[in-house]
């Protein structure tokens, strides 16, 4: 993966592929990549390498899976979940790369020692963002993981689930896209550290469920339980009050057509994701209230055996 970035970065930066990011297309010459052409091609790059590395990386973890013993029926989806572990280490790691290599990340800290605000505006100074190769090449990466991932998917779902696996990769397609549009990759990126900070804990906590027979994997689920309710539920509420209230202040609506239309829809897509959240922690504690109870009926009859053996 290391490599793969390093020649997407060489070449971004290359004399002779710039064609791909000439100013033909959007009027801003040093702030996004300017040909949408380019983007799409870096975006095609990206699902097929992913979708490549993904399937690789499925077919060795299923066979490491056969060879631990991991039930039959479970083995496929055990091998999806270590691959699912693997994306998102290296998504959230090139989050806060990206952030940090372009010299916004130190701006999110707190106004003064007394405060409990964050300076948020630093998303929006200035305004459209300026663009780096590592943080285009980032959500040409991500675009391109949630288009094979609904395309060639390592693990087939089916029924509810896979109405809630569809809506929540097109929602997120579409934010991503809108960021690139707009020129809110800042924002873009935050949103993507703050959604993918918890999910990989949670396919680790899948992963180490399967492969080491239940043993493992509640540490990990409690730890995921935790950082999911902090990550989208408390603070993905306040960047979107922060992108509707106060990042007006440091647009120019001129410089994108259709505006008006772009920022409603980036704003319902944004709130979209919100009610799926609630759901999704709502089961979650179905499923911690569940072990519970499970652990207490285990223990019970732990007692009881023994007494009866006493």
């Given amino acids: 993966s290391a490599v793969l970035i390093r020649v997407c970065i060489w070449l971004t930066e290359c004399k002779e592929t710039m064609f791909l990011f000439s100013s033909d297309t959007f009027p801003f010459t040093d702030v996004r990549l300017e040909s949408f052409q380019g983007f799409v091609l870096m975006v095609t790059a990206s699902a097929v390498a992913l979708a490549a590395c993904m399937h690789t990386t499925h077919a060795v973890a299923l066979k490491l899976a056969k060879r631990v013993k991991v039930a039959e029926r479970s083995q496929n989806a055990a091998a999806g979940e270590v691959c699912k572990t693997i994306f998102f280490v290296l998504s959230v790691a090139w989050c806060c790369y990206a952030a940090y290599d372009a010299k916004w ?24 963002n300026p663009s780096t190769p590592c943080m285009s090449w980032l959500l040409a990466f991500q675009l391109g993981y949630y288009l094979q991932d609904m395309i060639v998917p390592v693990e087939h779902i089916t029924g509810r689930q896979w109405v809630e696996f569809a809506f929540h990769h097109v ?9 690139f549009h707009i020129g809110d990759i800042r924002y873009g990126i935050l949103v993507l550290l703050l959604h993918d900070s918890g999910t990989f804990l949670m396919n ?20 995921f339980a935790a950082v999911f309710f902090f990550s989208r539920l408390v603070l993905y509420p306040m960047t979107i009050y922060s992108f509707a209230y106060h990042r007006p202040a440091f647009v120019r ?24 959240h609630a759901f999704w922690f709502y089961r979650i504690i179905g499923v911690l209230t569940n072990a519970s109870v499970l652990k207490k009926a285990e223990d019970s009859e732990a007692k009881e055996s023994k007494k009866k053996s006493s």
């Fill in 105 to 128: 990340l130190q701006g999110l800290r707190y106004y003064g020692i007394n405060s409990d605000r964050l300076d948020l505006n630093v998303l929006y100074k200035p305004w459209p």
């Fill in 171 to 179: 929602v997120t397609t579409g934010l991503l896209m809108a960021c």
């Fill in 204 to 223: 680790l906590s899948k992963a180490l469920y399967y492969f080491t027979h239940a043993k493992w994997g509640k540490i990990p689920f409690l730890l």
């Fill in 253 to 276: 609506p001129e410089t994108v057509p259709g505006f008006k239309f772009h920022e409603t829809m980036h704003l319902s897509l944004l709130s979209a994701l919100l009610p799926l």
